[in-house]
């Protein structure tokens, strides 16, 4: 019996299969009619902002690059690196304490997190900053015993330490959660299997479980960089020259309160984009094999803008077919 297909039955299908395939456009039409909207409502907010009088643009500038208000932005600078570092130290230490076996240890690194979590910044800083109150001598000794070294409390309190104990012990607190986020992402088998080498705790935190962690670290401590940044303004309430404090005292002198709070923010705007830029390429340096972190958040963003076109998946390699039916 034959099983010949009709000459004009195979030359419809040879020609069939060489038509190339068509290439359609995925119409995303709720996407572009949400970009068209935030544009307007973007180009609105530009126009009222830039021909507004009240604003007085002309004032802002001026103080822009004012001496006192430079003076300033260097002490929330140095505020903020300052504080960061006795954070980052703090939450290394409770993060590890918290995970001790030791009971006396964990709980106390517990009740530390617990205590500076649960009070507000505001109070902390005038906290340390009124220490004399209850304290008016600090004493380093012996419980119940002679005192070795003795010094005034408005001596050695000052209000600049008073800022730094309160902003790094609170962010301590939080760093320490982060932290241990961060070690608890790491599979124990891994320690599991250097101890099986031989490798002592501490080459193993540092060589190992540390290194993994940094991936889940990183990006929460670049938010709290950031909010550390604005964080910083809370102490103008005890008289610390930082960046809103400067433009305080300007204008309890002339009321110009709108255009120094302007020059303000654009500063904060400013200092936390240049933060956001190092925190994305920090992040790259430490995630680099890792595939969901390879494309950029400006990319992502333009993805979710523009509507992308449908793909073809690539044809099969042509060639010739062995018997079992696999591509040579």
Known sequence: MSTALPKDTAARGAAREEVPLRVVPVRRWGQWLVSVVVLLLAAMLVQSVATNPNFEWAKVWGYFLDGRILRGLGTTLWLTVVAMLIGVAIGVIMAVG???????????ASAYVGFFRGTPLLVQLIFWFNLAALYPTLQFGVPFG????????NTLITPMLAAILGLGLNEGAYMSEIVRAGLLS?????????EALGMRRRQIFRRIVLPQAMRV???????????????????SVIAIGDLLFAAQTIYSRNFEVIPLLITVSIW??????VLSIGQYFVERRFTRGDR?????????WLDGLVPRHATVEPAPPTGPIDVEGERR
């Open 98 to 108: 918290r995970q001790s076996r030791n009971v006396v240890v964990s709980g106390a």
């Open 146 to 153: 002679p005192a070795f070294v003795e010094a005034d409390t």
């Open 186 to 194: 790491v599979d124990p088998g891994q320690t599991d299997a250097a």
């Open 217 to 235: 670290i990183i990006p929460p401590t670049g938010n709290e960089t950031i909010s550390m940044l604005k964080t910083t303004a809370l102490v």
């Open 268 to 273: 904060y705007l400013l200092v936390t984009t």
């Open 292 to 300: 969901r972190a390879e494309r950029s958040y400006f990319v992502e």
